[in-house]
């Protein structure tokens, strides 16, 4: 059964790449697993090949019978087949796809077992290191760039630092900080955590994720000997309750990433960018800074602003992204996408949009990396699609290395957060 195809909002592409906490996509966890395995171990295939998938619907370790699913096959973002109600009589079920061009096709379950509903997909890789953007660069991308970068310092740090006791350890001494942003009274919040040791040591930009948080200061990376800087977006103290950020996140701040979309001047994430280059700023302004070695990390929205800050502040020396959001938007109306009718809602792009968010998208920012990079994600992400990081990802020149972990969603292994760590602290601390 094919699809209705709808018009992916351009709006909609921007949420669901950045919003881990409004979208989340979480481990299969629970007492029903449903696995969808390709059969390559690497879960990869050459153009025209054709991929075959296992499905195992299982309890304790045991193939369950008699149990309904519903399933959709095809181009991730794409199913071109559909089917609900179907009766698997011993819990198994095979699915095969191919693809003509570069990207990923996806297999994704959902089972019903005692009036519970359980979700399994597998992803298999056609050639995705051809991918390309399908978006447009603007002409004055780089113009655009350096005035409001130029505009934003004409603001005076006046940086604010507050210790804050009860987060300070042994090791590390941690403030709540803030300094002005793009505009006069506009700050940036965030959590400084600095080695008590004295001394001068390399530093770390830790970029948000989507949504509203508080933050308590990163101690073990600072007790590793490396000032760490968690920064806020918002321009709102990040040590309140945490009720005023779950507050803020299902108000004013719910959808916080359409605000003037059709704006390049007045788009939300015009000031969020800006204030990561001056978070740079800040980092450099303090006497514990070795001067040179500074890293940025982030995941999903904190992966996208890690690509944006290093292509737009030629003082990061590495960075780490972790499953970046906001990589290639308009491929999605390009190709006249649609998610899953089962994951979330649609909106039509309102006119200027396409024009704005080509200048906060990531593939040209990627395209500016100069240094070396530690890029991680699965292939079967909801949220942020391969596909799309992919596309910004195969624009960079610069050293990288890629750690896929193809079982992975919109989440992280441990061990991959400790390579992730284990990668910067190597790099910060080798000079």
């Not at 001494?173 to 600095?194: C, E, T, W």
């Not at 792009?349 to 396409?354: F, H």
């Not at 991959?416 to 284990?422: D, I, K």
């Amino acid at each position: 059964m094919k699809p209705i195809l709808k018009v992916f909002s351009l709006v909609l592409i921007f949420i669901t790449s950045l919003s881990f906490n409004a979208y989340p996509q979480l481990p299969p966890l629970g007492v029903i697993k449903v696995i969808v395995s390709p059969d390559h171990k690497d879960w990869s295939y050459k153009l025209n090949e054709e991929a075959k998938f296992t499905l195992q619907i299982l309890r304790n370790g045991n193939l369950v019978d008699n149990v309904t699913i519903d399933y959709e096959t095809g181009p991730e973002t794409l199913p071109d087949v559909i089917k609900k109600g179907v009766l698997l009589k011993d819990g198994r079920m095979e699915f095969k796809g191919t693809m003509k061009e570069p990207g990923f096709f996806r297999v994704i379950v959902w089972a019903y077992v005692d009036g519970k509903r359980y979700e399994g997909l597998g992803t298999a890789a056609f050639e995705p290191e051809k991918i390309t953007p399908v978006g447009k660069e603007p002409a004055d991308f780089d113009a655009f760039w350096t005035k409001a970068i130029a505009d934003a310092r004409k603001i005076n740090l006046d940086p604010v630092m507050t210790l804050v006791p009860e987060r300070c350890t042994s090791e590390a001494n941690v403030y709540h900080i803030n300094f002005q942003n793009d505009k006069p009274g506009s700050r940036i919040y965030g959590m400084l955590a600095i080695p008590k040791k004295p001394g001068k040591y390399p530093a770390l930009l830790k970029v948000p994720g989507g949504g509203v948080y508080r933050y308590g200061g990163d101690t073990r990376i600072a007790a590793s000997g490396i000032i760490t800087l968690e920064i806020g977006i918002h321009g709102i103290p990040v040590n309140l309750d945490p009720q005023f950020y779950t507050d803020l996140s299902n108000g004013a701040l719910s959808n916080y990433f359409t605000i003037k979309m059709n704006d390049r001047d007045a788009f939300y994430f015009k000031r969020v960018y800006l204030g990561c280059v001056k978070a740079v700023d800040f980092i450099y302004m303090l006497p514990e800074f070795d001067g040179k070695n500074i890293a940025v990390t982030g995941q999903s929205q904190g992966g996208m602003l890690s690509i944006v800050t290093a292509g737009l502040d030629k003082r990061i020396e590495y960075l780490a992204p972790i499953y970046p959001g906001g990589c290639d938007n308009a491929r999605y109306l390009v190709k006249k996408t649609i998610l899953s009718p089962s994951s979330y809602r649609y909106m039509e792009a309102k006119p200027g949009e396409i024009e704005t968010i080509s200048y906060f998208d990531v593939v040209n920012f990627a395209k500016r990396i100069t240094i070396p990079g530690f890029y991680s994600w699965g292939y079967n992400d909801v949220v942020c699609t391969p596909t799309s990081m992919y596309a910004a990802y195969n624009g960079i020149t610069a050293t990288k290395e890629l750690h896929i972990y193809q079982e992975t969603g919109h989440w992280t292994y441990p061990e991959e957060q400790e390579a992730v760590y284990n990668w910067l602290i190597k790099q910060l601390k080798a000079h």
